[in-house]
Each structure stands twice: as C-alpha cells, then as structure tokens.
C-alpha cells in the first residue's frame, strides 16, 4: 500500500473492531468502502471484465471482511490481505460466469501465506449471525457470499430484479455490522 499512514490507521481499525469496539468497525468499512471499489474496478480492467462486475465484487469484499475478520493477522500489513479478497472474489465471480482469469504468479504467493479456513466455531457463529436476517437478505447472504452465486443467479431464483439483490446485500451489510457491534457489548 503506497500510504503507510492509512495502513496503520486502518489496521488499528480493524484491531480495534476484532475487540469489539462497533465504532471502529464502521469507521474502518467506510474508510475502505471507496478503496475497495477502486481497485476492484481496476482489477476488472485487468482481468478483461466489465467495470459493472466490480460493484458486486466489492459488496462480496465486504461481507467477506465481515465474515472472516478473525483470520486476518494482527502482525501483517490488511492492505494485502484486502487485496487478495478483491482479487479472488473477482475470480470467482468470472469462474461463475464461465470466463477464465490469468492470475499473476505474485498474487497467486501472496495467497497461499494466508490461512481461510473458517473453524466449526465461526461457522456455528456465522449460522447465529445469519439467523437473525430476515428472508430475502439472509437467503441473499447465504446465496452468493457462502454458496457463491451471481448477483444474476440470485435475482433469478428469487424472482428479484439484480438492482433490488444488491440493495438487500447491501442492507443486509448494515445489519450484520450491527449485530456485530450489538454482540461486542
């Protein structure tokens, strides 16, 4: 990451949010909201897909940085570690579509140094969480950022437009963010 400053505040951030502190966890996904679109647009441009794939890769980021926050490490730099999931929700997201991505061998290294497996407890917390989401979001959570499918594919099976998918998603992010500030207390 080419600022140092804003690497140490977010990583403070996200220490701060894996304690429990909500208004450090929502000061660190708007912080990283607008970083994330970025560069998930420009891996788009990279890897030859189109710039509208980049808004669902980012709200796919995001609820991965939900999820997953208990495997970031502490002692290593998030901005990699943010990287990585843009990039591999973006490959994911164009393996689902049937299109094949070149992966630059460095981004393929910079992977394999990190752990993603979720264990039996974050699982059963992650179940918890999801239960408390109301029908469509939880079935749009469940769908595309455990299952993986589309935005498509899911607008599809639920007999929802794509733009009312991504609303939900989005609102469901709210919630869950909240609920998680609500369980750190």
Same mark, same amino acid.
């Given at each position: 990451?080419?600022?140092?400053?804003?690497?140490?505040?977010?990583?403070?951030?996200?220490?701060?949010?894996?304690?429990?502190?909500?208004?450090?966890?929502?000061?660190?996904?708007?912080?990283?909201?607008?970083?994330?679109?970025?560069?998930?647009?420009?891996?788009?441009?990279?890897?030859?897909?189109?710039?509208?794939?980049?808004?669902?890769?980012?709200?796919?980021?995001? %609820?991965?940085?939900? @999820?997953? $926050?208990?495997?970031?490490?502490?002692?290593? #730099? =998030?901005?990699?570690? *943010?990287?990585?999931?843009?990039?591999?929700? %973006?490959?994911?997201? @164009?393996? $689902?579509?049937?299109?094949?991505?070149?992966? #630059? =061998?460095?981004?393929? *290294?910079?992977?394999?140094?990190?752990?993603?497996?979720?264990?039996?407890?974050? $699982?059963?917390?992650?179940?918890?969480?999801?239960?408390?989401?109301?029908?469509?979001?939880?079935?749009?959570?469940?769908?595309?950022?455990?299952?993986?499918?589309?935005?498509?594919?899911?607008?599809?099976?639920?007999?929802?437009?794509?733009?009312?998918?991504?609303?939900?998603?989005?609102?469901?992010?709210?919630?869950?963010?909240?609920?998680?500030?609500?369980?750190?207390?």
């Amino acid at each position: 990451m080419r600022h140092p400053a804003r690497e140490i505040e977010w990583a403070s951030w996200m220490r701060a949010a894996i304690a429990g502190d909500s208004n450090a966890y929502h000061n660190l996904l708007t912080a990283l909201t607008p970083h994330v679109r970025v560069m998930a647009r420009r891996r788009c441009e990279q890897f030859g897909a189109p710039t509208s794939e980049a808004e669902d890769v980012v709200q796919e980021v995001l %609820l991965a940085i939900h @999820l997953k $926050r208990g495997t970031w490490d502490p002692s290593r #730099p =998030l901005g990699p570690w *943010i990287s990585a999931m843009v990039r591999n929700k %973006l490959v994911d997201s @164009l393996r $689902r579509r049937g299109k094949q991505a070149m992966v #630059p =061998l460095e981004d393929v *290294i910079a992977t394999l140094e990190t752990d993603e497996r979720i264990s039996v407890s974050d $699982r059963i917390d992650i179940e918890h969480i999801l239960a408390k989401l109301k029908d469509p979001q939880r079935t749009i959570v469940q769908s595309i950022s455990i299952e993986g499918s589309s935005v498509r594919e899911t607008a599809d099976r639920l007999k929802m437009t794509e733009g009312a998918v991504r609303v939900s998603l989005h609102r469901a992010l709210k919630t869950l963010a909240s609920l998680y500030g609500e369980r750190a207390i």
